[in-house]
């Protein structure tokens, strides 16, 4: 029966401490990027005051002038797109050829593989970071983007590969029955056939991996020490002096940097739940 019409009070109650919980969850969520916003849009001098005078202080927008005029800032802008761009259209490509082979051949010891992109996709950089420190300066990759590219297919492409897998299960075998038999060859098919279907996934993997390589740290600070990429060119950001510490340009920039991103994940929403939910459900 409907609780709204055999206890109307307990319903109300259970709607009001729904709303209370959603709002309390929304205010700790977006609080700490509001203060971020509005630390980003006041003085330095401003940071000082108290919070309530903190809120109703002069809006400037000077910080933001001042990481735009930031060779450094702007320098990392460039790496940082190329790093992500380059690492996310390699782990696509190879992951979906990977995916194409997990997800539709059968052959001895797929489970194993499966296991092992599972155990790497989970492994903690610091592990790592050593030997593939030596490994980029052998291949005299320090300092370079490839450098960065080549150390960031570890953790997209194991991600990429489990996504894509289990979407490329739940895709109809008749598809690719019906394009060998208008005579398309297997790479004809993955390209012409598969790849549209596989397309909400794709541009959830890529978005996933694209945001993950542009956020990394801790590569980024190990194998550059010039071209380095925004979230080390924000680390380091000083003042006049070593004393000083500009929070208001240092929130500016991860203003710049965070706002892309969520317009990327709101514009490619459907596709992101869309992409995560498939192969959810076996039916």
Same mark, same amino acid.
């Given at each position: 029966?409907?609780?709204?019409?055999?206890?109307?009070?307990?319903?109300?109650?259970?709607?009001?401490?729904?709303?209370?919980?959603?709002?309390?969850?929304?205010?700790?969520?977006?609080?700490?990027?509001?203060?971020?916003?509005?630390?980003?849009?006041?003085?330095?001098?401003?940071?000082?005051?108290?919070?309530?005078?903190?809120?109703?202080?002069?809006?400037?927008?000077?910080?933001? @002038?001042?990481?735009?005029?930031?060779?450094?800032?702007?320098?990392?802008?460039?790496?940082?797109?190329?790093?992500?761009?380059?690492?996310?259209?390699?782990?696509?490509?190879?992951?979906?050829?990977? @995916?194409?082979?997990?997800?539709?051949?059968?052959?001895?010891?797929?489970?194993?593989?499966?296991?092992?992109?599972?155990?790497?996709?989970?492994?903690?950089?610091? @592990?790592?970071? $050593?030997?593939?420190?030596?490994?980029?300066?052998?291949?005299?990759?320090?300092?370079?983007?490839?450098?960065?590219?080549?150390?960031?297919?570890?953790?997209?492409?194991?991600?990429?590969?489990?996504?894509?897998?289990?979407?490329?299960?739940?895709?109809?075998?008749?598809?690719?029955?019906? @394009?060998?038999?208008?005579?398309?060859?297997?790479?004809?098919?993955?390209?012409?056939?598969?790849?549209?279907?596989?397309?909400?996934?794709?541009?959830?993997?890529?978005?996933?991996?694209?945001?993950?390589?542009?956020?990394?740290?801790?590569?980024?600070?190990?194998?550059?020490?010039?071209?380095?990429?925004?979230?080390?060119?924000?680390?380091?950001? $000083?003042?006049?002096?070593?004393?000083?510490?500009?929070?208001?340009?240092?929130?500016?920039?991860?203003?710049?940097?965070?706002?892309?991103?969520?317009?990327?994940?709101?514009?490619?929403?459907?596709?992101?739940?869309?992409?995560?939910?498939?192969?959810?459900?076996?039916?």
């Amino acid at each position: 029966m409907n609780l709204k019409n055999t206890n109307p009070t307990l319903y109300y109650l259970q709607r009001a401490g729904f709303y209370l919980l959603v709002l309390v969850i929304g205010v700790y969520l977006l609080a700490p990027f509001f203060w971020a916003v509005l630390t980003s849009l006041r003085s330095p001098g401003d940071l000082f005051l108290t919070p309530l005078e903190f809120i109703g202080a002069r809006t400037t927008f000077s910080n933001y @002038a001042d990481v735009f005029a930031n060779p450094n800032f702007q320098r990392g802008l460039i790496y940082s797109l190329i790093v992500a761009v380059g690492s996310v259209a390699i782990s696509l490509l190879l992951g979906a050829f990977s @995916a194409y082979a997990l997800g539709r051949f059968r052959f001895s010891g797929k489970s194993i593989v499966m296991y092992v992109i599972l155990a790497v996709s989970v492994f903690p950089q610091i @592990a790592v970071l $050593s030997g593939l420190y030596t490994l980029i300066n052998n291949l005299g990759l320090y300092n370079n983007p490839l450098g960065l590219i080549l150390s960031y297919l570890i953790f997209t492409i194991p991600f990429t590969v489990w996504v894509l897998t289990s979407f490329v299960r739940d895709i109809p075998g008749e598809l690719e029955e019906a @394009a060998l038999v208008d005579g398309a060859s297997p790479l004809q098919t993955l390209f012409l056939v598969l790849f549209p279907v596989m397309m909400p996934a794709l541009v959830t993997t890529g978005l996933l991996a694209f945001i993950n390589a542009w956020n990394e740290y801790l590569f980024a600070l190990t194998f550059t020490s010039t071209n380095r990429t925004v979230p080390v060119v924000i680390a380091n950001y $000083s003042g006049a002096t070593q004393f000083d510490q500009p929070w208001g340009q240092i929130m500016a920039a991860s203003i710049v940097v965070t706002v892309p991103l969520i317009i990327l994940v709101l514009v490619f929403q459907r596709n992101i739940v869309s992409g995560l939910t498939a192969g959810a459900v076996k039916g």
